[in-house]
T-cell receptor
Framework: GQNIDQPTEMTATEGAIVQINCTYQTSGFNGLFWYQQHAGEAPTFLSYNVLDGLEEKGRFSSFLSRSKGYSYLLLKELQMKDSASYLCAVLTGGGNKLTFGTGTQLKVEL | ETGVTQTPRHLVMGMTNKKSLKCEQHLGHNAMYWYKQSAKKPLELMFVYSLEERVENNSVPSRFSPECPNSSHLFLHLHTLQPEDSALYLC??????????????FGPGTRLTVL
């Protein structure tokens, strides 16, 4: 089966940096997505990693280590609007099976 | 209309009813998806369509029946549902399928309640 683990909740301070980890044990691997979901809204795409290393996109960066089954999402210069759930999802099965973690609820405080 | 739209936004139905959810994308994308989001559970990918062909069915019960008449429209036909099927049903689209890491754009969802 597929197993994806993320912390349930995290709290951080405005202006700070936070790292949200995701570990996975899956049958096969075709890539890893991160999504952001604000309460009551649909998810929005943040990043996709398929090769090892760091992908940077503005204040958000995503890292992947395939050998360790590990990814993280790094958020810099936190803003109040970054308070949301962050979903890690792994692509398997030839590329069209997407399995999600339960999400990490991030709360940004003053 | 822009982006991905879904109708209705809210639906209440009995277990013996038949209803359909509609999704329309105005982005010129080739791939469309249905997701289920239940409280306290991970988001679940139900169906994947590419160029109107179903390319993935993630062990979804037959009481959920998808239909993709063209690359802009996606339906989810519902019949004899169970109370545990109550959830937010999200539609999404992407330029090509997620197998290439394509960015998905989600609709606002239909909140379904089965009595």
């Amino acid at each position: 089966g597929q197993n994806i683990d993320q912390p349930t909740e995290m709290t951080a301070t405005e202006g700070a940096i936070v790292q949200i980890n995701c570990t996975y044990q899956t049958s096969g691997f075709n890539g890893l997505f991160w999504y952001q979901q604000h309460a009551g809204e649909a998810p929005t795409f943040l990043s996709y990693n398929v090769l090892d290393g760091l992908e940077e996109k503005g204040r958000f960066s995503s890292f992947l280590s395939r050998s360790k089954g590990y990814s993280y999402l790094l958020l810099k210069e936190l803003q109040m609007k970054d308070s949301a759930s962050y979903l890690c999802a792994v692509l398997t099965g030839g590329g069209n099976k997407l399995t999600f973690g339960t999400g990490t609820q991030l709360k940004v405080e003053l | 209309e822009t982006g991905v739209t879904q109708t209705p936004r809210h639906l209440v139905m009995g277990m013996t009813n038949k209803k359909s959810l509609k999704c329309e994308q105005h982005l010129g994308h080739n791939a469309m998806y249905w997701y289920k989001q239940s409280a306290k559970k991970p988001l679940e990918l139900m169906f994947v369509y590419s160029l109107e062909e179903r390319v993935e069915n993630n062990s979804v019960p037959s009481r959920f029946s998808p239909e993709c008449p063209n690359s802009s429209h996606l339906f989810l036909h519902l019949h004899t549902l169970q109370p545990e099927d109550s959830a937010l049903y999200l539609c999404a689209s992407s330029q090509d399928t997620i197998s290439g890491g394509n960015e998905q754009f989600f609709g606002p969802g239909t909140r379904l309640t089965v009595l």
